[in-house]
């Protein structure tokens, strides 16, 4: 699998279904971070939502979690346009290709914009290996788990000038959104970590409850993401953290990508069959992993303030604002 197949649409002109690409990236030494979303939800017959297409864009800054900012703008579902081969999607003057994305959006609480370009080191990561996607109402790739990113994001006039940060790009899609989930992301230049607990509703209809993970750090590679290995593997969900163990072989893989409350920014996903489940993201978490094999620590990454973490229910989080 390539970025381009990984990225290619699933769900156009399908009703009852969503499909995101989203981008992230970090600062590491001013612990700030951006979150930009390309999506389309095009819902079940009966659901009372709007099929539409929308842009959403998000900045997080540890130092002073008072200049955190998001918004999102909606337009037709048709107006999001995409092809496979190569990857190219344009969204109203906004693209993402397999090399970089571009956009802007205005809202009553001001805009942002951005230009970046990236170069990219690693092969995709499915959560689910490809041929057993279809167990899952939902399906997500870390297309891009290791990217080098170039560029700048404005936010209400303030530029933010990035130089080879460290960032990823990840495709999700499905029939329904998982009923909770955690997500975790960090990459730099010798690593990079993806992965994510859920618990959804399966194909047949039975709730399912797994972690995927996948990472690298130097010459050490982990790829957990068979199905018995998933569905063995049930971790918990909070919104403090997300916090995985995975066994393969002689090998053990632990990572804790811990947020501060502060830090998070609330956003709602309709449901496309109705419903809604509440996100809470930021990209300033903190990071550490261990990769043990046997007795021995073979591996082992912190980064603090610059992690990717998301914590999502049916159920609104008590004292975090849903700003979008």
Same mark, same amino acid.
């Given at each position: 699998?390539?970025?381009? /197949?990984?990225?290619?649409?699933?769900?156009?002109?399908?009703?009852?279904?969503? =499909?995101? *690409?989203?981008?992230?990236?970090?600062?590491?030494?001013?612990?700030?971070?951006?979150?930009?979303?390309?999506?389309?939800?095009?819902?079940?017959?009966? /659901?009372? $939502? =709007?099929? #539409? /297409?929308?842009?959403?864009?998000? $900045?997080?800054?540890?130092?002073?979690?008072?200049?955190?900012?998001?918004?999102?703008?909606?337009?037709?579902?048709?107006?999001?346009?995409?092809?496979?081969?190569?990857?190219?999607?344009?969204?109203?003057?906004?693209? &993402?290709?397999?090399?970089?994305?571009?956009?802007? &959006?205005?809202?009553?609480?001001?805009?942002?914009? *951005?230009?970046?370009?990236?170069?990219?080191?690693?092969?995709?990561?499915?959560?689910?290996?490809?041929?057993?996607?279809?167990?899952?109402?939902?399906?997500?790739?870390?297309?891009?788990?290791?990217?080098?990113?170039? !560029?700048?994001? =404005?936010?209400?006039?303030?530029?933010?000038?990035?130089?080879?940060?460290?960032?990823g790009q990840q495709h999700t899609w499905?029939?329904?959104?998982?009923?909770? *989930?955690?997500?975790?992301?960090?990459? !730099?230049?010798?690593?990079? @970590?993806?992965?994510?607990?859920?618990?959804?509703?399966?194909?047949?209809?039975?709730?399912?409850?797994?972690?995927? @993970?996948?990472?690298?750090?130097?010459?050490?590679?982990?790829?957990?993401?068979?199905?018995?290995?998933?569905?063995?593997? #049930?971790?918990?969900?909070?919104?403090?953290? *997300?916090?995985?163990?995975?066994? #393969?072989?002689?090998?053990?893989?632990?990572?804790?990508?811990?947020?501060?409350?502060?830090?998070? @920014?609330?956003?709602?996903?309709?449901?496309?069959?109705?419903? $809604?489940?509440?996100?809470? #993201?930021?990209?300033?978490?903190?990071? =550490?992993?261990? +990769?043990?094999?046997?007795?021995?620590?073979?591996?082992?990454?912190?980064?603090?303030g610059a992690a990717a973490f998301e914590?999502?229910?049916?159920?609104? +989080?008590? !004292?975090?604002?849903?700003?979008?």
């Open positions: 699998m390539n970025s381009d /197949s990984a990225n290619s649409p699933r769900c156009q002109d399908r009703s009852g279904t969503y =499909e995101a *690409w989203y981008v992230t990236v970090s600062d590491p030494a001013l612990r700030r971070g951006f979150w930009i979303r390309y999506t389309t939800l095009n819902p079940a017959s009966g /659901s009372t $939502a =709007e099929a #539409h /297409s929308a842009l959403w864009a998000f $900045a997080f800054d540890h130092a002073d979690p008072a200049n955190n900012w998001g918004g999102k703008v909606t337009y037709q579902l048709r107006a999001l346009q995409v092809s496979s081969r190569p990857f190219r999607l344009r969204l109203e003057g906004a693209s &993402l290709d397999r090399d970089g994305c571009s956009g802007q &959006l205005h809202t009553e609480r001001g805009s942002a914009r *951005w230009d970046l370009k990236w170069t990219s080191r690693e092969p995709p990561f499915p959560f689910l290996r490809p041929r057993w996607q279809s167990l899952s109402s939902v399906a997500n790739i870390g297309v891009q788990p290791a990217l080098s990113m170039s !560029g700048a994001v =404005e936010v209400d006039r303030t530029v933010h000038r990035l130089e080879a940060a460290p960032g499905g029939t329904s959104h998982a009923l909770a *989930w955690n997500w975790g992301f960090a990459t !730099g230049p010798e690593f990079w @970590i993806d992965g994510a607990t859920s618990r959804v509703r399966s194909r047949l209809g039975r709730v399912i409850v797994g972690t995927a @993970i996948g990472a690298q750090a130097g010459a050490h590679r982990f790829l957990f993401n068979g199905p018995v290995q998933v569905l063995r593997n #049930h971790g918990p969900i909070s919104p403090d953290a *997300w916090t995985a163990t995975a066994r #393969h072989g002689s090998r053990t893989l632990t990572a804790a990508i811990k947020p501060r409350r502060e830090d998070l @920014i609330g956003v709602t996903y309709t449901d496309p069959r109705g419903g $809604a489940r509440f996100c809470y #993201h930021t990209e300033v978490a903190d990071l =550490e992993m261990r +990769l043990i094999d046997g007795r021995e620590k073979v591996a082992e990454v912190t980064r603090p914590y999502a229910s049916e159920t609104p +989080l008590a !004292g975090v604002p849903l700003l979008v």
